[in-house]
Structure formats: C-alpha cells, structure tokens
C-alpha cells in the first residue's frame, strides 16, 4: 500500500531556532500533500495545503511567515517552524494524495517541543 | 461547508461488547464520510469510507459504519471489542472523494477497552 514517510519522529529544539520536517510518499507521486497540526487529545486542524511547484495555501490564522511549506517534488514536501517558539510545540502531520479521486495517506506525524 | 460532531470524547467497553462510536455531519452538499483511527504518536490510518452506493459500509478490524441521510448520521460500530482497539477515532468528512477537497475532522474519541 501507499506509504508516507514523515521524519524527523521526534525534535526538541531551542526557543529562537528553526526546525525542518520532511514528508515523503515512498511509493507514489503526491500531488497534492496536507499539513496538519494536532494539539493534545485535540482533533487535526489543517495549516495548509501543498501542491507540488505552487505555493502552498494556507489555513486563516496561520502564519505563512511562520510555517514555511515547500513542495519542491512530487515526493517531497518540507515544514519548516521558523524562529520556534514553547506555544509551537504540537504534534505535526502531514498526508499525501495521488489525485484527486484518490484517498490520503498520512504520515506518522512529528512530536516538535520547544524549549 | 462541511462540520462534523463526535458524540462523547471518550467510550468505555468491555472486551467482546459492542463498540458504538457516534458521528454526526453537516455538508451543504453530498457529503464524502470517512473514519479514521489514531494509535498514540502515530499517523491516522484509514478504516473505512463512504462516498457513493451502499450506505453500510465495511472496513478494516472488523469495523462498520452505516450513512443515513436522514438523520445526517455516520456512526461507527464493532459488534466484538478486543483490546487492541483501543486508540483514538476520527471521524472525517468532505465534499469529494480521498483528498481532492479538504477534509475536516470531528474532535475525535478515545475508546478504551478493559478486560
């Protein structure tokens, strides 16, 4: 089956600093990959949406400066929490879609605490 | 627009009763239902979707879940709980099929299973 490869699982990091997370799909061209950010015992809340070669479109309320998404490939989209804060702590995922008729398949999601 | 209500953040059952998780939707147009299941840390994984045809629909585990319309319903149901069901369970919907549209979750539920 289709498989999302989200690395790293697990980053602490600094106040101040910059951290990357990467979403792969092992084995199929996503053009279309999710970004979701979950809060604990809280449900998913998309950021935004990433198609391969475009900007990527984001979520009202969500700082674009901030999480800086690129989609460089159709294996590949990358998170980057700018300048982290403690309140940036969560619990990222990412899912990647096929096309448009096809299903998404997630990620395992990445811990992120700042310290 | 589309929103989705779980009924009860956390179910307890025993193990071999009926596992009963509960979603309502709302969708301006023909919604697309999907149930997810989430273990600690991990991604989400797909248990089974509603998008055409059939309104009982079957999916992984054992699961099952049954569309009706008129009482804009999409509940999630196990005749048989076994310990290893334990986790989180989302329920989904979006105005598409797989992840041409975006898809918006309900706020999720933890099922706990005790011997």
């Known amino acids: 089956g289709a498989v999302v490869s989200q690395h790293p699982s697990r980053v602490i990091c600094k106040s101040g600093t910059s951290v990357k997370i990467e979403c792969r799909s092992l084995?199929?061209?996503?053009?279309?990959m999710f970004w979701y950010r979950q809060f604990p015992k809280q449900s998913l809340m998309l950021m935004a949406t990433?198609?391969?070669?475009?900007?990527?479109?984001?979520e009202q309320g969500v700082e674009k400066d901030k999480f800086l998404i690129n989609h460089a490939s159709l294996t590949l989209s990358t998170l980057t929490v700018t300048s982290a804060h403690p309140e940036d702590s969560s619990f990222y995922i990412c899912s990647a879609v096929q096309g448009r008729e096809s299903p998404l398949h997630f990620g395992n999601g990445t811990r992120l605490t700042v310290t | 627009a589309q929103s989705v209500t779980q009924l009860g953040s956390h179910v307890s059952v025993s193990e071999g009763a009926l596992v009963l998780l509960r979603c309502n939707y709302s969708?301006?147009?023909?919604?697309?239902l999907f149930w997810y299941v989430q273990y600690p840390n991990q991604g989400l994984q797909l248990l089974l979707k509603y998008t055409t045809g059939a309104t009982l629909v079957k999916g992984i585990n054992g699961f099952e879940a049954e569309f009706k319309k008129s009482e804009t319903s999409f509940h999630l149901t196990k005749p048989s709980a076994h310990m290893s069901d334990a986790a989180e369970y989302f329920c989904?919907?979006?105005?598409?099929?797989?992840?041409?549209?975006?898809?918006?979750f309900g706020t999720g539920t933890q099922l706990k299973v005790e011997l």
């Open positions: 084995d199929f061209q996503a053009t279309t």
């Open positions: 989904a919907v979006s105005g598409n099929t797989g992840g041409g549209n975006k898809l918006t």
């Open positions: 969708s301006s147009v023909p919604p697309y």
């Open positions: 990433s198609n391969e070669g475009s900007k990527a479109t984001y």
